[in-house]
């Protein structure tokens, strides 16, 4: 029986994850399949419960579903349980297991593009209070990391993501972001500023350590303005793609039982399809 998967969100049109799982099954050489399910929040709960019955051993889960997938679950691993929040799922012994694997990725491309970019365990500085931000802090708090500032737009949201690590993460207003550069060995944008369709992330970084690493979940344009300014400094930097790469390694492995590698060649495919859309 071929093995089928699939991506699920609303809208889904734009996912990249079918080329991203597709390299890997035609490159690995496996008979899987990869698709695209746009499915509305609305039908989501079901279609999750049913989704053998759908033909599929398991998913990918993108905005604006992944509450609602975590909800569906019959078992989930700890961090979907901490995020309430699942981005992978796959059926064991008849049962919807369930996973997020944004922060794992988040850190795989890190350990990948910036060697020791954790070592001294520092101060890390979180700018948005999203999603994407909830799984990131998840993350570096697993990681070891003791100090983390987290600025957002909304300060009631940035408390909130903040609240389950009280002595860990210390919630700021976006107006303390430049005060707050000083201190930060690593500074990770999590807004959607710096977006293709946004407006930039306008930050003087001067005040930024010289041995800062400056990363953005963005990754389209794959330099964001923020990036080409750190870069423009001398700092180290690492792009989005990565992240979006490595967080498709552990799905991929349940579903088809092989664990995939972040090659060159991938990220360069990715690339193209990225310059391609991105007209400039
Ligand atoms: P996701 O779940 O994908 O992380 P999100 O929930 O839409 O995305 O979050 C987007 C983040 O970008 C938020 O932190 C948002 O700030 P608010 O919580 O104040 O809305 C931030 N953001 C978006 N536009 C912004 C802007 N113009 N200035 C500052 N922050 C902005």
């Known amino acids: 029986m071929i093995r089928r998967a699939c991506v699920t969100g609303h809208p889904v049109a734009h996912s990249r994850s079918p080329l991203l799982h ?53 078992e989930a691993d700890e961090t979907a349980a901490a995020l309430g929040a699942a981005n992978t799922l796959w059926i064991e012994g008849g049962k919807l297991h369930g996973s997020n694997t944004d922060g794992y990725g988040f850190l795989a491309n890190l350990d ?13 500085l979180v700018l948005g209070a999203g999603g994407a931000s909830r799984a990131i802090i998840h993350a570096l708090v697993s990681r070891g990391f003791g100090r983390i500032y987290l600025a957002n737009r909304t300060l009631s949201r940035a408390e909130a993501v903040a ?21 930060a060995d690593v500074l990770v944008n999590c807004t959607s500023l710096g ?23 963005v990754y389209v344009p794959l330099l964001t303005p923020l990036l080409e300014r750190a870069q423009a400094r001398g700092l180290r930097i690492v792009d989005g793609l990565g992240m979006l790469l490595h967080q498709g390694v552990p799905g991929f492995e349940r579903w088809f039982g092989v664990r995939p590698q972040v090659t060159d060649e991938l990220r360069a495919t990715l690339v193209a399809d990225i310059m391609g859309t991105d007209k400039g």
Not at 48 to 62: D, I, K, Q, S
Not at 67 to 73: D, G, M, V
Not at 112 to 124: H, I, L, N, Y
Request: proline share 8%; aromatic share 10%.
């Open 163 to 183: 609240r389950p690590y009280p002595a860990i993460v210390q919630p700021r207003d976006f107006a303390d972001v430049p005060a707050l550069l000083q201190e």
């Open 195 to 217: 977006m293709k369709g946004s407006e930039p992330l306008d930050l003087d970084l001067s005040a930024l350590p010289e041995h800062a690493v400056v990363t953005d979940i």
């Open 22 to 74: 597709g390299y890997w099954l035609k490159t690995i050489g496996l008979s899987g399949v990869y698709v695209r399910e746009d499915v509305p929040p609305e039908q989501a709960a079901g279609f999750y419960r049913n989704l053998a019955e759908h033909g599929y051993v398991g998913c990918n889960v993108t905005i604006p579903n992944k509450e609602i997938a975590f909800s569906a679950l019959d």
């Open 112 to 124: 990948e593009c910036a060697q020791d970019w954790d070592k001294s365990r520092g101060t890390v």
